[in-house]
T-cell receptor, first 109, second 116 residues
Framework: KNEVEQSPQNLTAQEGEFITINCSYS?????LHWLQQHPGGGIVSLFM???GKKKHGRLIATINIQEKHSSLHITASHPRDSAVYIC???????????FGKGTKLSVKP | GAGVSQSPSNKVTEKGKDVELRCDPI?????LYWYRQSLGQGLEFLIY????????KSGLPSDRFSAERTGGSVSTLTIQRTQQEDSAVYLC??????????????FGDGTRLSIL
């Protein structure tokens, strides 16, 4: 079992829909990151959180430390949101991120 | 530019050759990370530098892989005697400090390495 599991693996939505991507992890963590990777390959850090909820524009990230679960929500989705969304956790005493396999989102106009 | 810079952006080489990949982190960032993304696979940690501390090499897949960071800034990832399974996108990231993941990581655009 992977230490970081994401669901769904692939997601197709219509423009305007509310989108949720889930991430579950099995290790103790100090922080959880949500990353966005565009088709060209560039990776952008969206959120870093260790508790509660963060919001940036149409994006909302939540984390439940007790349940070891995080969600990334996109409101009023747009075709430009099409990308791979990656959940990653920093666990234990290591300095590195442990990555989920990503969720490929495609938003149709 | 203010971002993480990687070079070359693309590298094609023959099996058995050595390659060097370069990463120039954001100025002032003390933490530097190397990751690898193979085709159809997720991101994989390779090595982590934090300031002057000994690097965390736990992710390097074999002794053909090595990395150094000179003067706490530029880093070079070296792959010796390349194999076809080394073909991947190699990504570098930096953060203000390593602080157990409590700093966002800024990624470069990666080097796409193809081994023929």
């Amino acid at each position: 079992k992977n230490e970081v599991e994401q669901s769904p693996q692939n997601l197709t939505a219509q423009e305007g829909e509310f989108i949720t991507i889930n991430c579950s992890y099995s290790v103790g963590i100090s922080a959880l990151h949500w990353l966005q990777q565009h088709p060209g390959g560039g990776i952008v850090s969206l959120f870093m959180l260790s508790s509660g909820k963060k919001k940036h524009g149409r994006l909302i990230a939540t984390i439940n430390i007790q349940e070891k679960h995080s969600s990334l929500h996109i409101t009023a989705s747009h075709p430009r949101d099409s990308a791979v969304y990656i959940c990653a956790v920093m666990g234990g005493s290591q300095g590195n991120l442990i990555f989920g396999k990503g969720t490929k989102l495609s938003v149709k106009p | 530019g203010a971002g993480v810079s990687q070079s070359p952006s693309n590298k094609v080489t023959e099996k058995g050759k050595d390659v060097e990949l370069r990463c120039d982190p954001i100025s002032g960032h003390t933490a530097l990370y190397w990751y690898r993304q193979s085709l159809g696979q997720g991101l994989e940690f390779l090595i982590y530098f934090q300031g002057n501390s000994a690097p965390d090499k736990s992710g390097l897949p074999s002794d053909r892989f090595s990395a150094e960071r000179t003067g706490g800034s530029v880093s070079t990832l070296t792959i010796q005697r390349t194999q076809q399974e080394d073909s991947a996108v190699y990504l570098c990231a930096s953060s203000l400090n390593g602080d157990r993941g409590l700093q966002p990581q800024h990624f470069g655009d990666g080097t796409r390495l193809s081994i023929l």
